[in-house]
Protein backbone atom coordinates (compact mmCIF):
# COMPACT_ATOMS: atom_id res chain seq x y z
CA UNK A 1 0.00 0.00 0.00
CA UNK A 2 1.30 3.74 -0.67
CA UNK A 3 2.10 5.67 1.71
CA UNK A 4 -0.85 8.42 0.31
CA UNK A 5 -3.28 4.74 0.37
CA UNK A 6 -1.70 4.53 4.08
CA UNK A 7 -2.99 7.97 5.26
CA UNK A 8 -6.52 7.66 3.93
CA UNK A 9 -6.87 4.49 5.69
CA UNK A 10 -5.49 6.24 8.82
CA UNK A 11 -8.37 9.17 8.45
CA UNK A 12 -10.92 6.49 8.18
CA UNK A 13 -9.76 4.41 10.84
CA UNK A 14 -9.28 7.51 13.17
CA UNK A 15 -12.98 8.81 12.26
CA UNK A 16 -14.45 4.99 12.99
CA UNK A 17 -12.92 5.01 16.32
CA UNK A 18 -13.97 8.91 17.03
CA UNK A 19 -17.42 8.92 15.51
CA UNK A 20 -19.93 10.07 17.92
CA UNK A 21 -21.70 7.28 19.57
CA UNK A 22 -25.84 7.92 20.93
CA UNK A 23 -26.04 10.56 23.04
CA UNK A 24 -27.60 8.16 26.28
CA UNK A 25 -26.23 10.22 28.62
CA UNK A 26 -28.97 12.65 27.60
CA UNK A 27 -32.29 10.47 28.05
CA UNK A 28 -30.62 9.23 31.63
CA UNK A 29 -30.56 12.23 33.01
CA UNK A 30 -33.69 13.58 32.26
CA UNK A 31 -34.96 10.67 33.44
CA UNK A 32 -32.94 11.06 36.09
CA UNK A 33 -34.13 14.96 36.27
CA UNK A 34 -38.08 13.07 36.46
CA UNK A 35 -37.60 10.34 39.17
CA UNK A 36 -39.24 12.53 41.80
CA UNK A 37 -42.17 13.12 39.95
CA UNK A 38 -42.50 9.58 38.81
CA UNK A 39 -41.65 7.95 42.01
CA UNK A 40 -44.32 10.71 43.88
CA UNK A 41 -46.95 9.74 41.04
CA UNK A 42 -46.48 5.60 41.06
CA UNK A 43 -47.16 6.36 44.90
CA UNK A 44 -50.51 8.00 43.95
CA UNK A 45 -51.57 5.69 41.28
CA UNK A 46 -51.04 2.92 43.60
CA UNK A 47 -53.23 4.67 46.52
CA UNK A 48 -56.10 4.94 43.62
CA UNK A 49 -55.88 1.29 42.50
CA UNK A 50 -54.83 -0.47 45.63
CA UNK A 51 -57.62 1.09 47.73
CA UNK A 52 -55.94 2.94 50.46
CA UNK A 53 -57.32 4.60 53.06
CA UNK A 54 -58.86 7.92 52.42
CA UNK A 55 -57.76 10.78 54.45
CA UNK A 56 -57.93 14.35 54.59
CA UNK A 57 -54.80 14.69 52.49
CA UNK A 58 -55.77 12.25 49.96
CA UNK A 59 -59.55 12.51 49.58
CA UNK A 60 -59.24 15.20 46.82
CA UNK A 61 -58.15 12.90 44.38
CA UNK A 62 -60.06 9.80 45.48
CA UNK A 63 -62.78 12.42 44.50
CA UNK A 64 -61.57 12.74 40.88
CA UNK A 65 -59.76 9.63 40.56
CA UNK A 66 -59.70 9.26 36.21
CA UNK A 67 -58.03 12.95 35.41
CA UNK A 68 -55.62 12.16 37.88
CA UNK A 69 -55.04 8.70 36.89
CA UNK A 70 -55.03 10.23 33.28
CA UNK A 71 -52.75 12.59 34.15
CA UNK A 72 -50.16 10.87 35.89
CA UNK A 73 -49.63 8.15 33.73
CA UNK A 74 -49.50 10.57 30.26
CA UNK A 75 -46.96 12.58 32.00
CA UNK A 76 -45.14 9.75 33.11
CA UNK A 77 -44.86 7.69 29.22
CA UNK A 78 -44.31 11.62 28.22
CA UNK A 79 -40.98 12.15 30.21
CA UNK A 80 -39.82 9.07 30.10
CA UNK A 81 -40.43 7.95 26.25
CA UNK A 82 -39.92 11.42 25.36
CA UNK A 83 -36.56 11.01 26.84
CA UNK A 84 -34.85 8.55 24.37
CA UNK A 85 -36.24 10.98 21.71
CA UNK A 86 -33.47 12.79 22.21
CA UNK A 87 -30.90 10.18 21.01
CA UNK A 88 -29.47 11.16 17.41
CA UNK A 89 -28.93 7.37 17.06
CA UNK A 90 -32.64 6.76 17.04
CA UNK A 91 -34.28 9.63 15.33
CA UNK A 92 -33.15 7.92 11.35
CA UNK A 93 -34.98 4.65 12.46
CA UNK A 94 -38.79 3.47 12.90
CA UNK A 95 -38.43 3.72 16.49
CA UNK A 96 -38.33 6.83 16.52
CA UNK A 97 -41.35 7.46 14.41
CA UNK A 98 -43.43 4.91 16.31
CA UNK A 99 -42.46 5.89 19.71
CA UNK A 100 -43.45 9.79 18.83
CA UNK A 101 -46.54 8.77 18.16
CA UNK A 102 -47.08 7.79 21.74
CA UNK A 103 -45.29 10.51 23.11
CA UNK A 104 -47.63 13.03 21.35
CA UNK A 105 -50.88 11.29 22.71
CA UNK A 106 -49.64 10.87 26.17
CA UNK A 107 -48.31 14.39 26.45
CA UNK A 108 -51.89 15.28 24.90
CA UNK A 109 -53.25 13.40 27.50
CA UNK A 110 -51.15 14.62 30.45
CA UNK A 111 -51.27 18.46 29.22
CA UNK A 112 -55.30 18.11 28.91
CA UNK A 113 -56.02 16.42 31.83
CA UNK A 114 -53.65 19.03 34.08
CA UNK A 115 -55.90 21.75 32.91
CA UNK A 116 -58.91 19.71 33.76
CA UNK A 117 -57.62 19.01 37.26
CA UNK A 118 -57.01 23.39 37.54
CA UNK A 119 -60.24 24.34 36.51
CA UNK A 120 -62.01 21.68 38.06
CA UNK A 121 -60.04 20.18 40.97
CA UNK A 122 -59.53 21.65 44.38
CA UNK A 123 -55.88 22.69 44.45
CA UNK A 124 -54.16 23.91 47.08
CA UNK A 125 -52.48 26.15 45.42
CA UNK A 126 -52.97 29.88 44.90
CA UNK A 127 -54.41 31.82 41.70
CA UNK A 128 -51.02 32.51 40.46
CA UNK A 129 -49.70 29.50 40.40
CA UNK A 130 -53.26 27.90 39.07
CA UNK A 131 -52.85 30.84 36.11
CA UNK A 132 -49.24 29.72 35.49
CA UNK A 133 -50.65 26.18 34.98
CA UNK A 134 -53.10 26.75 32.56
CA UNK A 135 -50.47 28.92 30.69
CA UNK A 136 -48.07 26.40 30.77
CA UNK A 137 -50.70 23.41 29.70
CA UNK A 138 -51.93 25.05 26.96
CA UNK A 139 -48.71 26.00 25.38
CA UNK A 140 -47.54 22.41 26.32
CA UNK A 141 -50.65 21.27 24.15
CA UNK A 142 -49.79 23.79 21.36
CA UNK A 143 -46.62 22.86 20.92
CA UNK A 144 -47.23 19.30 20.39
CA UNK A 145 -49.91 19.85 17.85
CA UNK A 146 -47.82 22.08 15.84
CA UNK A 147 -44.58 19.63 16.08
CA UNK A 148 -46.58 17.20 14.67
CA UNK A 149 -47.75 19.67 12.09
CA UNK A 150 -44.21 20.55 11.22
CA UNK A 151 -43.32 16.61 10.66
CA UNK A 152 -46.30 15.95 8.25
CA UNK A 153 -45.06 18.94 6.75
CA UNK A 154 -41.41 17.62 6.65
CA UNK A 155 -40.30 20.44 8.85
CA UNK A 156 -37.94 18.73 10.79
CA UNK A 157 -36.24 21.54 12.24
CA UNK A 158 -39.52 23.43 13.39
CA UNK A 159 -41.01 19.54 14.60
CA UNK A 160 -37.61 19.54 16.57
CA UNK A 161 -38.13 23.08 17.94
CA UNK A 162 -41.81 22.39 19.27
CA UNK A 163 -41.08 19.02 20.90
CA UNK A 164 -38.61 20.46 23.08
CA UNK A 165 -40.87 22.86 24.25
CA UNK A 166 -43.57 20.08 24.77
CA UNK A 167 -40.89 18.22 26.47
CA UNK A 168 -39.35 21.52 28.57
CA UNK A 169 -42.66 22.08 29.56
CA UNK A 170 -43.86 18.50 30.35
CA UNK A 171 -40.63 17.45 32.49
CA UNK A 172 -41.02 20.88 34.48
CA UNK A 173 -42.04 18.77 37.52
CA UNK A 174 -38.52 17.28 37.58
CA UNK A 175 -36.83 20.95 37.60
CA UNK A 176 -39.61 22.15 40.45
CA UNK A 177 -38.36 19.52 42.63
CA UNK A 178 -34.49 20.79 42.08
CA UNK A 179 -35.00 23.80 42.37
CA UNK A 180 -37.17 24.10 45.83
CA UNK A 181 -34.76 21.09 47.42
CA UNK A 182 -32.06 23.76 46.42
CA UNK A 183 -34.10 26.79 48.18
CA UNK A 184 -35.11 24.63 51.23
CA UNK A 185 -31.06 23.66 51.86
CA UNK A 186 -29.64 27.21 51.23
CA UNK A 187 -32.64 29.43 53.02
CA UNK A 188 -35.34 26.97 54.37
CA UNK A 189 -38.60 26.06 53.62
CA UNK A 190 -40.07 29.01 51.31
CA UNK A 191 -44.00 30.65 51.67
CA UNK A 192 -46.39 30.58 50.12
CA UNK A 193 -46.31 33.14 47.29
CA UNK A 194 -42.10 31.95 46.90
CA UNK A 195 -42.84 28.41 47.24
CA UNK A 196 -45.78 29.25 43.93
CA UNK A 197 -42.84 31.26 42.07
CA UNK A 198 -40.25 28.47 42.52
CA UNK A 199 -42.83 26.16 40.33
CA UNK A 200 -43.03 28.54 38.02
CA UNK A 201 -38.99 29.16 37.72
CA UNK A 202 -38.91 25.15 36.90
CA UNK A 203 -40.71 25.81 33.94
CA UNK A 204 -38.85 28.66 32.78
CA UNK A 205 -35.44 27.19 33.21
CA UNK A 206 -36.51 24.01 30.83
CA UNK A 207 -37.92 26.71 28.56
CA UNK A 208 -34.53 28.69 28.48
CA UNK A 209 -32.76 25.42 28.24
CA UNK A 210 -34.90 24.23 25.36
CA UNK A 211 -34.69 27.96 23.27
CA UNK A 212 -30.79 27.44 23.48
CA UNK A 213 -31.30 23.91 21.81
CA UNK A 214 -33.59 25.46 19.51
CA UNK A 215 -31.16 28.40 18.70
CA UNK A 216 -27.93 26.28 18.48
CA UNK A 217 -29.49 24.22 15.86
CA UNK A 218 -30.74 27.09 13.82
CA UNK A 219 -27.01 28.39 13.39
Not at 45 to 62: D, K, S, Y
Amino acid sequence: MSRKGSDRHAVRMTTTRTRPRPQWRVPALLILLSAVPVVAGAFRVAQLTGGARITAENARFFAAPVPVLLHIVGATTFCVLGAFQFVPGLRRRAWHRLAGRVVVLSGLVAALAGLWLTVFFPNPGGDLINAFRLVFGSGMSIALVLGLMAIRRRNVVAHRAWMRRAYAIGAGAGTQAVVTAVWFAAVGTPGAVVGELLLVAGWVINLGVAERLNLKEKR
